[in-house]
């Protein structure tokens, strides 16, 4: 088997639920020793999510493949020998707990950067640890609501809506393995590591995109504009006969191209239509009751061919049952098998940085609690007794 990108890299992860968890798991994918520490006797929270069988989560499953999992009592002076000599060996430590509490076990970046001048620390919060809501502890909904994205999600004549899925761990997920990568590129040129911090409402403030310059441009406030996109039209959600379809027109060649297959080469010409910009001023209520109209005419299955043979971005609303059935999410090998020791075989989501030198892959199932102990500690150079000792400690 190929070896991954990330092969001889050895992170020390100390991460609970989603953005610190799913960070590592991109690590994992690719190649790098991931090293799982979790509370004694109860692991951490995400271990508790549904959907349970056999008393093991789903949810922690997919975040946690790819890893080797340690028990580790931190408030242990025998846990915080384990967890020294395990940082000797590093080149990684990633956390996300609230600021300050790796200082307050005696491993804060002022003595990380002094033992272990090579180790890239990385550390998600949900505010930063400075400013003046350093201090306030997060989950995504609340990094949403605060980073701007839930006033801009919705419709105008509903409440304001959270995004679906965790977006704000995700993206400072993401964000935190693109920086550990930075890092270590750094320090393969200087010999030294450094500390990366993403928070989460910082990552979802970056996500706003157009909203921001809308606000610093023109002085306006973004507000709920449904599934329409406030600065490209027709770009919008639409109902046909038997469903729902979103259509993109993001030039204007490709509005002349939609206005021919809609039989109307006309309003490519239309002054109210003749640019994106012009578009976008007549959309509501004179394009869009033209598009409606339309639409309505057709079924999902008609607009999606129409738009498909015309090159013009369009797309069905899939539900969960059908992409993960879809033919193209198994192509791309998106959706992949693991056998775990109690959930048995499942399905989980695959790798989505495709590398085609050294691709990345799912090859181990998520850790059952502590269960690389013994191979970890032996790794280190601990003996039977010493383990005994540990145990005796209460360091796992």
């Not at 020793?33 to 949810?59: A, C, H, M, T």
């Not at 046909?240 to 259509?247: K, N, T």
Request: aromatic share 8%; with cysteine.
């Amino acid at each position: 088997m190929t070896k991954g990108a990330l092969d001889g890299i050895k992170v020390v992860d100390m991460t609970h639920v989603y953005n610190g968890p799913f960070c590592t798991m991109h690590l994992a994918d690719h190649g790098a020793d991931v090293i799982k520490i979790e509370p004694p006797g109860r692991g951490e929270q995400s271990r508790y999510f549904p959907p349970l069988k056999n008393g093991e989560s789903g949810y922690y499953a997919f975040l946690n493949r790819n890893k080797k999992g340690m028990e580790l009592n931190l408030r242990s002076e025998k846990g915080k020998e384990i967890f020294a000599k395990l940082l000797e060996t590093a080149d990684v430590l990633v956390e996300n707990f609230r600021p300050g509490t790796l200082e307050r076990l005696g491993f804060g970046w002022d003595v990380l950067k002094e033992k272990y001048p090579r180790l890239v620390y990385a550390q998600a919060t949900g505010f930063g640890t400075y400013g003046p809501l350093a201090s306030r502890p997060a989950y995504d909904i609340i990094a949403q609501s605060m980073g701007g994205i839930v006033s801009i999600t919705g419709f105008p004549d509903a409440p304001p809506t959270k995004v679906g899925p965790s977006v704000a761990d995700t993206f400072t997920g993401t964000y935190m393995a693109l920086g550990i990568m930075m890092a270590l590129h750094s320090r393969s040129k200087t010999g030294k590591g450094q500390r990366i911090e993403v928070s989460m409402q910082d990552a979802i403030f970056s996500t706003l995109e157009n909203a921001i310059v809308t606000y610093t441009i023109d002085g306006k406030v973004p507000e709920r504009v449904g599934n329409a996109d406030p600065a490209i039209a027709p770009f919008d959600m639409y109902t046909c006969s038997d469903g729902y379809f979103f259509l993109g027109v993001g030039t204007d060649a490709l509005w002349s191209r939609l206005c021919d297959v809609m039989g109307q080469p006309g309003l490519a010409e239309d002054p109210r239509f003749a640019s994106n910009n012009d578009r976008v001023n007549n959309y509501i209520p004179e394009l869009k009751s033209i598009m409606d109209d339309w639409a309505a005419t057709k079924s999902v299955k008609e607009l999606e061919s129409l738009l498909e043979e015309a090159g013009i971005p369009g797309a069905p609303i899939l539900n969960v049952d059908d992409v993960v059935n879809h033919p193209h999410t198994a192509a791309r090998e998106m959706i992949v098998e693991v056998e775990h020791p109690k959930l048995g075989n499942i399905k989980i989501q695959g790798v989505p940085i495709k590398l085609h030198g050294t691709p990345g892959s799912v090859r181990t199932a998520a850790p059952l609690l502590g269960e690389h102990n013994e191979e970890i500690l032996k790794d280190l150079g601990y003996s039977d007794e010493d383990m005994k000792a540990f145990r005796d400690d209460g360091a796992f």
